[in-house]
């Protein structure tokens, strides 16, 4: 999963990267101090794998992973190369998810570009541009399709779909509610385009520590991003970047006093995956033995033959069965071969759906 974060500038964008991936992003209280996008990967936290590894004694233990890009200060006019401009709306294209990190904090020592907190106002400044961005490539398609609609049935089907895709972002929408028409050719062009404003979004409210402990209920811009998000079916979580700076220098337990300290649960690195995770419709498989325990990746939904190609593409390709156990039961059993015993193991056939928490041995033969 490659999640790109994007922001205004000074709105707390690399410094949140910082805190997410220890990258060492540069961070500094004026514009574009981010010219190049910093890749970051990033482990996500499964205490699963780690008693797993424990049980068996492994070799290895391997999380599933995140991949961040820090992306530059977007301002007013990028899409037509102001500020840093296309270079980052190039890099946007690449991500699976939007990760945009709104400032919901009054400080008089940062400047905000446009000289006052208003983070829907922020918010629509980005968003607009992204729809300019998109528009530019309707554009283009359009001009090439039009050449061909007059005598190709599906060229001249898929020059209706622009029409109508045009006018519904010139009046403002992001492409992710266009309602792609019922033909499967259709919704395949339509994910070629690879649009800005189709990829989802996860909102990062960056407040004040004062208002961490009780998530921003008592902030006022925070609850209009909320309310915005629920309105175009996003996520939002509510972040100190700060403060999750402070946390990254931590050891495990350090860092488990220091939220406790601070009334949290958990950090702002845990909330960010379990809103991308719910965002994307993922979950995680989990495989076991000596040599590694790893945690998979995969969307919910997805068929035991496919999560086997997650591993590699032979295990797809010879799939016989998979035998699965959960986890708990797994750890609670302590060995395979008692779970076994116990009749929790289940031989799993191809259109047997994945859940969160399965440990999975796939069985195949190429």
């Known amino acids: 999963m490659k999640l790109g974060i994007v922001g205004l500038p000074n709105v707390g964008k690399s410094t949140l990267f910082n805190s997410l991936t220890k990258a060492g992003a540069e961070s500094a209280n004026y514009p574009f101090c981010t010219i190049d996008p910093n890749v970051g990967v990033v482990a996500v936290p499964d205490e699963r794998i780690k008693l797993l590894g424990d049980l068996y004694n492994t070799k290895k233990v391997t999380p599933a992973v995140i991949e961040f890009v820090d992306i530059a200060g977007l301002v007013k006019g990028a899409s037509k190369g102001e500020g840093l401009g296309n270079q980052f709306l190039a890099n946007i294209r690449e991500v699976d998810a939007i990760v945009h990190v709104v400032r919901c904090f009054e400080d008089a020592n940062v400047v905000h570009v446009d000289g006052s ?9 980005i968003n607009l541009e992204l729809i300019f961005a998109d528009l530019e490539v309707l554009e283009r398609r359009y001009a090439k399709v039009a050449k061909t609609a007059r005598m190709d049935k599906n060229a001249a089907k898929e020059e209706a ?9 010139e009046d403002g929408n992001m492409a992710i509610g266009f309602e792609v028409p019922d033909d499967e050719e259709l919704q395949k062009i339509f994910k070629e385009y690879n649009l800005l404003t189709a990829k989802p979004v996860i909102y990062a409210a960056n407040v004040s520590e004062d208002d961490l402990a009780n998530d921003g209920a008592n902030n006022d811009h925070v609850n209009k991003v909320r309310k915005y998000a629920a309105d175009s079916g996003s996520e939002v979580f509510v972040i100190c970047a700060q403060i999750e700076q402070e946390i990254a220098e931590l050891d495990d337990d350090e860092k488990a006093m220091f939220l406790e300290d601070l009334g949290l649960k958990e950090s702002g690195l845990e909330k960010l995956i ?18 590694e325990c790893r945690a ?9 033959p496919q999560a086997a190609g997650k591993i590699h593409t032979d295990f797809e390709r010879g799939f016989i069965k998979a035998e699965v156990v959960n986890y708990k039961d797994l750890l609670e059993q302590g060995s395979l071969a008692a779970a076994r015993e116990k009749g929790l193991v289940g031989m799993e056939g191809k259109d047997y759906v994945v859940k969160d928490g399965d440990v999975i041995l796939f069985r195949f033969n190429v």
């Open 274 to 291: 379990a809103a991308s995770y719910k965002l994307l419709g993922l979950m995680s498989f989990l495989t076991a033995g000596e040599d």
């Open 117 to 125: 907190i208003d983070p829907i106002r922020d918010i629509e400044t």
């Open 161 to 169: 779909m622009l029409n109508d895709l045009k006018k519904y972002l």
């Open 296 to 304: 998979w990746t995969i969307k919910i939904g997805t068929k035991a």
